[in-house]
């Protein structure tokens, strides 16, 4: 079986990523790139690093007619007026965008401050991490893959949360964030003399991936997160800072085995916390290129908190690879399938 | 009045900077600059940005005699032997190390894990933030300059503390710090291929600055802050978020005037809030070689929760800087003597 | 005396860091900075450094009716329009951008494919390095600073090629650019993700300030130059690698002459040579904010080759310190005034 | 088939790139790895981006005493005395050390200042760079890998060489490097604070990749390579500008021709230069991880001279990617098994 799949919206960073894993698939052949920019250019004129790997070259957005596997990477507010079309088109659609994350047309208008287009369909759509909604993604018709901050803080915290131990059912948040989360497009604040070096905290004090941990995390009673997010000096990279306080007292061994319950037999998740050495934490420049999501945690001595501190490449686990991982699972392949690259060190 | 001062412990990055903001202050004569290590070296050879400023030769520890001000600029632990002996020979002395930061010596050996040697000197030493203790500072003999991480959380604190808004007496701090607070010595952890690119949460649940900082904010019932520090990219600066949940409800306008109350007269303090630019909150990277501390604060408009912001450079506002500022108040002369750069952009 | 000075074009990195100079500046009033795109603004809107310390608003660039000294930093190409009116409105006029730099009209329309429309100031405008020109300078009525590689590789090889010493009259010129040195606006290859961390050969086999170079260095015979620049991963600063081939055998120390016999007395050319330590030849980050170019040199022990390396701050000794320096000197004020920022270690 | 590999000294930056792209190659058991110093320890604990792919630990050198390939990762100078008993307890033996790469006896002893203790094998080993010495290289019993600059000079050079294109039989080599080459052992130059943003000469007249340079290129009568190297501000990654002077004059087409001629069939040569884009000419940023070595050039139209620029990853390419390369050519097997990845963009 070889599964025909197209990219909408393939000139952007997480088009390319998509596709550079696309290409490594043995069972997967990229049939169509789309970019209405780009249209008639090769791939590898925007992508680089896929030079020497493909003769692909964009097409109109409009040119998909059919495929196995829709991906759409266009930007956010673009998916909701073309999923009933890209639904019937592909037998399978998996949309990068923030359209069909958040269940309730409500939570979408009061955070996106405008109405779904597509409402109808938000009941539908699987919200896409596989460590919490493995068997949904699996008969799924319409995946939503996960915010990449939002990424990293629900697979930090759904344990404790589904295990009733947040005090207050309270987190805050605060995560560390590099430049290439905010796309291709330049902008002042992306100019490098002024980006380079920053410790900028562009959300202070909310941010729409705000929305969808509270939404992941509302196992009992609905849950508050305090969230706060920094751009700081990297390209690739998140890392997560989530700070809870502990509903019972719990020692570092009991949390570990709430963390090794949850997620021991999960391939792309990693529990990191060690005595000694330099990484006894997650730390995200160890992950670049990979589908993992490193968790790891300190336990305050002083007070009842708990640090938990999560790493992902926003670029993969946090957008490109966890839609593979979908597709995979989606169609019953091995889940680890063209995601196993281990991460560089030094790097 | 020409100022005869030492600094013994010259060859760290904290003697060096207190050196070059020496060279430059036009009250004062460097007389000594000492290092075991270094002893009979040219200063330029340790610090080459002090080429062709000065001639000046490191000596050893004991040649320093007298002087009208001494600064200690040696690792912690070195300065409460030698306490005793720097009061004999200098009619002032400002202390950059840890030793004489914490009041209570009981709160020093629960920290440090070992019992102070000079505990009784400890009630005369003034904490050497200027915002905080003017006054006593004027008219002390022994001043002991503050940590720069705490340095940069209590001036963001302090307000809110003392007017009791905070909820709880309760406070979470994170901090990014460059790798120049870590010292001169290289170690595994400080290698450039390890370090370059971390987020590294070195200091997850706790470190020694948080002494102070529950030191200085217990302006009413014991204060508790919740501390974690991350190694990030930079090599100067500190960015520190604190996050305080309000105890009466206050919008930011009242807010501002809080700190407009407490700072608004002061030489180094900036209150950063701006509507729009790149540079709304306090940016270390702006205050490399300043002697600034900038504070900001974000209202989280889906909470109590208020998110102060506040930047310095740990080598001059937390360290080499401040104690400048506390010698010229100690002799009379303007403070903000020889601590008026102001700071590139972009860098 | 005080100067009245006003800045055309002071929105921009180069206006930004003069004004910045000029606001130290004891013997300087700031009495009109222009911008048209930010008039009616603050200046720290933009210049976010300059809180604090100024109160000053962008104007519109025709309101500037007089001043002792003006200082142009609109782009390339705005300068050649107005000078005339410049130097009816203004006693001294010093021009920041390339339109003045080169003497011969032909080079000029060589180099910037279009013809010049002031020709006749050209053989007038002085070359703004002081260590060539000091005398002419002081005379002068109107100054072009140098570009800010020139500058680096001009103070660098001047006294080989004044002697005589380069081989074939011929040198190669390889730098390593920072980003501010493209100016504030952001384009696509400015964006932080794709201008981190390159090492990009942008002007593999040269670039408009070869003109400069080799303008400068025709001492004797028609000089050669080879040169080739490349954007590496820094913001501020400029390191130039120049290989000189020598016209005949000299060892270190009678090159070391060479360079005493015209820079020993030159209060911002430091010969940076040193036998051990990190800092044995010139290094740009030390040099950021400062007003120097250092100079150093390495004698390739295989053959007649001479590495000559140089560093400089682009925007400081680079642009707007190297302007400052002329208007000392053009007013016959102590040449060093307002730029004696030794720089920072570490940085 | 599966071969037996061990690798001797795996626990430094070239042992773990290597034991990572072996852990993924579908032929190869890793049946050894050793370190005197982490002997008892995983693997994973010295090099993180290894956890939970394998649970391996090191073990004593002395340890191995047989296999299909033994790679040797020690230090320069401790494989010429282990190689006779390597050659022994292993059919094939890559040695990533610079022991083995050069092949006069006499050019070693005056780069490395010490007489070389296994000089009868020099001329049995084969210089480990596919592109030049793809025969011999599958009949080899012994192959020295390339040093990291070397190999980025080399392949850019060849060409040229072989064609008798350079002028006077000379070049000018100025390589920019990353921390990562210099091994993990941290010292006062690699400490973060010092290392960070440098743009440092560390080899401005002669390195010891020079006399590889000078054996490889001496197609016809002896070479000479000027060679200057920089540590700059990266990680991983070398990009290498060549400078020739044409022998006859060549246009751009021409020259592209003979590249093609020589690297048109090789799967790890991609020949980079493009007229529009941000990636024109080869950048070692898109390469981490990658076996490419990127080759591209530019014509100076203002003189004879031809600008080469090459990049690659110091440990991959440069490295561990070299001597899998080799291993796959030395046992019958598809060269690019293992070494498929694409690297990533941005990054």
Redesign the interface.
């Known amino acids: 079986m070889t599964l025909d799949v197209a990219i909408v919206g393939a000139s952007g960073?997480t088009g390319?990523?998509l596709l550079?894993l696309l290409?490594?698939h043995p069972d997967v052949r990229v049939a169509k790139v789309t970019s209405n920019q780009f249209a008639g250019d090769r791939v590898a004129?925007?992508?680089?690093?896929?030079?020497?790997?493909t003769d692909l070259k964009f097409t109109q957005h409009e040119s998909v007619e059919s495929a196995d596997v829709l991906f759409n990477c266009s930007p956010h507010g673009a998916a909701m007026d073309k999923m009933e079309t890209y639904l019937k088109r592909a037998a399978k659609v998996i949309d990068l965008s923030a359209d069909f994350r958040l269940r309730d047309p409500a939570v979408y208008e009061r955070w996106y401050s405008s109405k779904h287009r597509a409402a109808p369909l938000l009941s539908e759509a699987v919200y896409g991490i596989p460590e919490l909604h493995r068997e949904a993604i699996r008969g799924a018709r319409l995946v939503a893959t996960a915010g990449c901050i939002a990424t990293s803080a629900i697979v930090a915290l759904y344990p404790l949360f589904k295990e009733g131990l947040a005090r207050g059912n309270e987190v805050?948040v605060?995560s560390?964030v590099?430049?290439?989360a905010s796309g291709?497009?330049?902008?002042?604040?992306?100019?490098?003399?002024?980006?380079?070096?920053?410790?900028?905290?562009y959300a202070?004090?909310?941010h729409r991936h705000?929305a969808e941990i509270e939404q992941e995390l509302s196992m009992r009673a609905p849950a508050?997160v305090?969230f706060?997010a920094?751009a700081?000096?990297?390209?690739?990279?998140i890392?997560t800072?989530s700070?809870v306080f502990l509903a019972k007292s719990l020692d570092e061994k009991e949390i570990w085995k709430v963390y090794r319950a949850h997620y021991g037999e999960e391939p792309f998740v990693?529990i990191?916390k060690?005595r000694?050495?330099?990484?006894r934490?997650p730390?995200?420049?160890?992950l670049?290129?990979t589908n993992?999501v490193d968790v790891g945690f300190?336990?305050?001595?002083?007070?009842e908190?708990l640090?938990v501190?999560s790493?992902l490449d926003n670029l993969v686990k946090g957008s490109g690879g966890q839609a593979v991982q979908c597709m995979n699972l989606m169609h019953g392949l091995d889940e680890t399938t063209a995601l196993?690259?281990?991460?560089?060190?030094?790097?």
């Open positions: 960073y390319g990523e550079r290409l490594g004129s925007v992508h680089p690093n896929l030079r020497k790997l805050l605060d560390k590099g430049s290439s291709r497009s330049s902008e002042p604040g992306s100019h490098h003399p002024e980006r380079s070096g920053v410790v900028r905290p202070p004090a909310g705000q508050r305090h706060t920094h700081i000096e990297l390209v690739r990279g890392s800072t700070h990693r990191v060690e000694s050495g330099l990484y934490l730390e995200p420049k160890l670049a290129g993992y300190a336990r305050d001595p002083h007070s908190r640090v501190v790493a196993t690259f281990p991460g560089l060190h030094p790097s």
